[in-house]
């Protein structure tokens, strides 16, 4: 403890129930239904970064389930059943953000999500075509709404992008604005006496009797129960979890008269997306062209993917307009070896929700609603 913080600091600012590691989308729900259940809880939130760090605010803003290039992936991975339980937590909790906050609060908009594929993936893309009846099943029996997959050719000169044979469409798919959505968060979380301290990072976990310690440069924390929800930085304080870092790169155009494109489209197995906001064209993705450069919690952009972004947009995207890059950024995103998040007691009384594999929109109201249950059960 440092020796200038004062005996009112140290009383009243440094002594919680619950702390909370990472303010993004999961560590604010999981705040946010802490106070909901339990009102007498102190609880607060530490954030290593002026804004939330992670993907929480630089995401592309996609409200998303799954293409079914993806769906058939995961499938592989976890079978029928499982991924019929992913699909549904996903779906979920959108549907739980969207309560939360209100649709109009972050800009939800149901513009419909596609997925592209080029002359020479025509083996997938007939796979996935194959697929959408089976898919649709499982969408039905989760959201009621029938045919949700679907072809829909007409749409590529519409949308007027490039050198694409085969365009479907998810008709619930829809995009979002992070930015506003983590407002809408921080000002729920105020409304509720969450208190979150920016700039504030943790450097190490003790334990001290019946209180967990949480060791800053600004002091030392002390609480009952420490809740860590700092996705691939975790990996700083519990180097065992099975977590990969996954850096998405992003650019985002200056506005564009006559824009065609509206929605939310997905390429290559979903390593690549884009929409539409503001009038401009927003792109990320490239990871798999070097999954170990981009497996990293260091912010930046490489030459490469910053190239490939650049040649889909020129010849796919935006191939009979001029266009300027206005700006680009970096998200870090959590996968491993699992689909599903990480929710679990990590020791008696340290938690961890972490690992969303780049569906945080989705699955970030409902995997912080699931831990805080977990925290409180253990009261």
């Known amino acids: 403890m440092s020796a200038f913080i004062s005996y009112w600091e140290k009383k009243h600012f440094f002594n919680y129930d619950i702390i909370i590691i990472g303010s993004g989308i999961v560590g604010l729900n999981a705040a946010i239904y802490l106070k909901t ?29 799954g293409s079914v290039s ?21 779906w979920n909790g959108l549907l739980k953000l969207r309560k939360l906050l209100g649709d109009s609060s972050i800009s939800f908009n149901n513009y419909g999500g596609y997925e592209l594929f080029k002359p020479l993936e025509n ?14 099943n499982i969408l039905k029996e989760i959201s009621g709404k029938k045919d949700v997959f679907k072809t829909a050719p007409h749409k590529i000169a519409e949308f007027g992008v490039k050198g694409i044979e085969v365009l479907l469409e998810n008709t619930l798919e829809a ?21 979150v301290f920016n700039s504030c ?14 060791v800053t440069p600004d002091g030392n924390f002390s609480c009952k129960r420490v809740l860590l929800c700092n996705n691939a930085f975790v990996k700083d304080l519990l180097p065992s979890l099975d977590i990969v870092p996954g850096r ?16 939310t489209f997905h390429y290559d197995k979903g390593y690549y997306y884009f929409r539409n906001i503001d009038g401009r064209v927003l792109l990320g993705g490239g990871r798999n062209l070097n999954f170990k450069a981009e497996e990293t919690t260091e912010f930046g952009n490489t030459e490469l993917v ?13 191939p009979d307009y001029s266009f300027e890059i206005e700006q680009n950024w970096s998200g870090i995103m959590a996968f491993g070896s699992s689909i599903d998040p990480i ?37």
């Open 248 to 263: 998405g790169q992003v650019i985002i155009t200056k506005p564009i008269k006559d824009l065609k494109i509206k929605g």
């Open 343 to 379: 929710i679990k007691a990590i020791k008696p009384n340290v938690f961890c929700a972490v690992r969303c594999n780049g569906m945080g929109i989705a699955m970030g109201t409902q995997t912080g609603e699931d831990a805080a249950r977990l925290v409180l059960d253990s009261l």
């Open 201 to 214: 990072s943790v450097a190490e976990l003790r334990e001290e009797g019946d209180r967990q310690i949480i």
């Open 37 to 65: 259940k339990s009102p007498n809880l102190s609880v607060v939130v530490l954030e290593r970064g002026f804004l939330p760090s992670g993907a929480s605010t630089k995401n592309a803003g996609f409200a998303c389930f």
């Open 306 to 318: 910053q190239n490939a972004l650049l040649k889909l947009l020129s010849e796919v995207i935006l």
């Open 175 to 195: 995009q979002i604005d992070p930015g506003k959505m983590m407002f809408g968060l921080l000002d729920k979380a105020r409304e509720l006496g969450i208190v």
């Open 70 to 90: 993806e769906l058939i992936e995961q499938e592989k991975i976890i079978g029928t059943t499982g991924l019929y339980n992913l699909i549904d937590k996903r």
């Open 123 to 136: 083996e997938l893309s007939s796979l996935c075509v194959s697929k959408i009846g089976h898919y649709n």
